[in-house]
């Protein structure tokens, strides 16, 4: 079967002619596999002969079909030859739509379009220049990581006498409007931070100074923006039971501190570990941002017309990790989407330019690896993964990777060395 080759842009058309002994082929294979399908009186079902199910059923009874056998094998044979031409081959994204011109004489013109992976006219990507990117970690900031440590290691004590701002105050209340309760205006033994400023303005602030036991109405009125219509700017009061008072104790760093939360001896020691540890946050954070930087300036000098179908399979990996990341926190995108008031389609619609950029960005990485020929061997995808894997307590060898893992490890090593290029070669201004 005979087809020329015509490319605009990103999209290809096939135009396929078949011979009248090819259109004969593709009839016969039709009816081989479909003659089981139809019942001819005095034959039994699937051994009639090929004229007499279509004296029976009509002369064109098998054309759909050796259509469809044409089409596909019109499409094979372009992909047989187009894999022979190596680096050169086209690399199509989607599936092709097909379209049959004419039938006439025993010959059969169609053609076959799809979207292919786009050309890169790629701008300039050594010498980029980047900001200057630094974060230092001053005395303070090992102060307030301290804190926050010794944060989340407080207890929470019952205290006799008044409740300051900052103190845990544990209450009943029932709200009215008018003399009328409302719809989530009364709780019980619920605890409630003051100062946290988690209820309607004002509202903490008269619980200052109760002592447990203490009864209180609270007057409030709602803001005028408030989420519930009905309430928006009413005037309300809250009668208020305190049952108890606690205070959040926070402990005091300090050597024995650091005994309890850490492995050092000293809070000197422990003190010296976390500011390493936050400067090696840092050192990765610099990392980060000095690569997309770099990323986004090579998007930026970059052109290429990006078919619909490779926006669409980069959203697809969208809603993957999206998916992936939700279910560790006992979501699901059909939950996300329901909390969220949207819809994926609404989802696809609102990020179709960041999956555009997206789908660019990983065409001119993809270019340059080819370009620099970037490569990584079997050796050092498995030296990876065997320095990622602890030693086995039973004394054995480490397990060895499998070529799935081989072929994924090898890709992180080519993206690791093309972003260290990449910035290695980059100028700060």
Known sequence: MKYTVNREKSEVTLSFTA???????????????????????????????????????????????????????????????????GDDKLVPVDRPSANIESVKGGKVTF??????????????????????????????????????????GSKIEEKDGAAENGDIVNIDFKGTVDGVAFDGGTAEKYDLTLGS?????????????????????????F???????????????????????????????????????????TLAEYRDSVKKRMEEQNDRRVKSEKENA????????????????????????????????????????EDYFKYMGTTEEEYRKENHDKALRGALTRLCLE?????????????????KYLDSQPEPEDGKEKRKPDEKELSYLKDEIVMDKLLSMLVSSAVTE
């Not at 990117?133 to 303070?140: G, L, W």
């Not at 990006?306 to 399979?313: D, G, H, K, Q, T």
């Open 197 to 221: 400023g988690s209820f309607i303005p004002g509202f903490e602030d008269q619980l200052v100074g109760a002592k447990a036991g203490e009864e209180r109405a609270v007057k409030v009125t």
């Open 294 to 333: 770099v990323i986004n300036a090579i998007a930026d000098a970059s052109e290429a017309d990006i078919p619909e179908a490779m926006v669409s399979a980069y959203l697809d990996d969208m809603l993957r990790d999206l998916s992936f990341n939700l279910y560790y926190r006992g979501m699901t995108t």
């Open 19 to 85: 011979s009248e002994a090819e259109w004969k082929e593709a009839e016969n294979k039709a009816y081989a596999q479909n003659r089981g399908r139809y019942s001819v009186p005095g034959f039994r079902k699937g051994h009639a002969p090929k004229h007499m199910i279509e004296q029976y059923y009509g002369a064109g009874v098998f054309a759909d079909d050796a259509l469809d056998e044409l089409v596909q094998s019109g499409w094979e044979k372009f992909l047989d030859e187009n894999d022979a031409k």
């Open 111 to 152: 053609t076959l379009k799809f979207p292919v992976r786009p050309e890169v006219k790629l701008g300039e990507y050594k010498g980029i220049k980047i900001p200057k990117i630094e974060y230092n970690v001053s005395e303070e900031d090992v102060d307030a990581e301290l804190r926050r440590i010794a944060e989340r």
């Open 367 to 383: 270019e340059i690896v080819k370009r620099e020929n970037i490569t990584a061997t079997d050796e050092e995808a498995e030296k």
């Open 223 to 265: 803001p005028e923006d408030y989420h519930a219509d009905a309430l928006a700017g009413k005037e309300a009061v809250f009668e208020c039971k305190v049952n108890k008072v606690s205070v959040k104790v926070v402990p005091e760093p300090s050597d024995e501190w650091a005994k309890d939360v850490s492995e050092y001896e």
